[in-house]
């Protein structure tokens, strides 16, 4: 009896936390307007090739954004479910949700995210300098736009790979290794961490071809070496601090390196 009153007494001390579909569906909406972003800029390109498309440039367009936006629903699902169960969590969001202060959530991974967001645009120039000819855009204009890097890259890529991918890694990890008992090891997060790096990279070289025309060794080795680096930091920020401050990392990554260029 004794130990079932100090539960309910804990259980009514604790913080309240948001439904998952109120948190499920804030998520969501707050990768969407990249979703919109990344899809928008692609029409130009598609009303050049119109005669190459088995459908209007525009019925591709709306196909093409209800796919992406329907695989960050999964996503935001994903980390909605189980993100809980290993320890990792959207802090801020939640508070706010919750009907908490977000400050205080919010400061404490703002440091982290700034420092690492100075480190990604480090990085970010070191690569420029460093890529291979066949990645270097020989129009300037035709480059990505900043706001789309800023909402499609910064939050959006987020919300899918640590949010989602990442999260079902460890837990995953922890299912298996640990059959689902404790918070997962170290070593569970770092392979989770990395894994959802790799796949983070693994996911540019789309794009890579389509920039380059062919994906030789050199272009599949930076940009894989070069984007699993950043995935890292991104992934270590995720887990240490909460989805926040990978966001912040990444969206001030590319807006500080974007005039560097």
């Known amino acids: 009896m004794a130990v079932d009153t100090a539960a309910r007494a804990d259980a009514a001390h604790a913080p309240a936390q948001p439904g998952k579909w109120r948190l499920g569906g804030t998520l969501w909406l707050l990768g969407m307007p990249?979703?919109?972003?990344?899809?928008?800029?692609?029409?130009?390109?598609?009303?050049?090739?119109?005669?190459?498309?088995?459908?209007?440039?525009?019925?591709?367009?709306?196909?093409s954004g209800l796919q992406t936006s329907a695989l960050l629903a999964l996503a935001v699902a994903l980390g909605v479910w189980l993100a809980p169960r290993v320890g990792l969590q959207a802090p801020a969001v939640s508070a706010w949700l919750a009907g908490r202060p977000a400050g205080p959530a919010l400061r404490a991974q703002l440091l982290p995210g700034i420092v690492g967001g100075v480190a990604g645009a480090a990085w970010l120039w070191v690569l420029s300098r460093l890529a291979p000819t066949a990645l270097q855009p020989s129009d300037p204009a035709s480059a990505m736009p900043l706001v789309v890097k800023l909402l499609y890259g910064g939050i959006t890529e987020e919300l899918m790979v640590r949010w989602?991918?990442?999260?079902?890694?460890?837990?995953?990890?922890w299912r298996l290794l640990q059959r689902g008992q404790g918070r997962p090891g170290k070593g569970l997060v770092a392979a989770a961490v990395l894994l959802s790096a790799v796949l983070?990279?693994?996911?540019?070289?789309?794009?890579?071809?389509?920039?380059?025309?062919?994906?030789?060794?050199?272009?599949?080795?930076?940009?894989?070496?070069?984007?699993?680096?950043?995935?890292?930091?991104?992934?270590?920020?995720?887990?240490?601090?909460?989805?926040?401050?990978?966001?912040?990392?990444?969206?001030?990554?590319?807006?500080?390196?974007?005039?560097?260029?």
């Open 200 to 261: 983070f990279a693994v996911g540019h070289l789309p794009a890579a071809q389509a920039l380059a025309g062919v994906l030789t060794v050199p272009v599949v080795a930076f940009v894989l070496v070069g984007n699993t680096v950043f995935g890292l930091v991104a992934g270590w920020l995720f887990a240490r601090q909460g989805l926040e401050a990978a966001i912040i990392a990444h969206v001030l990554a590319h807006w500080l390196s974007s005039p560097l260029l």
């Open 34 to 63: 990249g979703v919109v972003a990344v899809v928008w800029t692609l029409l130009p390109t598609l009303k050049a090739n119109a005669a190459l498309l088995p459908l209007a440039p525009e019925v591709v367009l709306l196909l």
């Open 164 to 173: 989602g991918v990442m999260t079902l890694l460890l837990w995953l990890g």
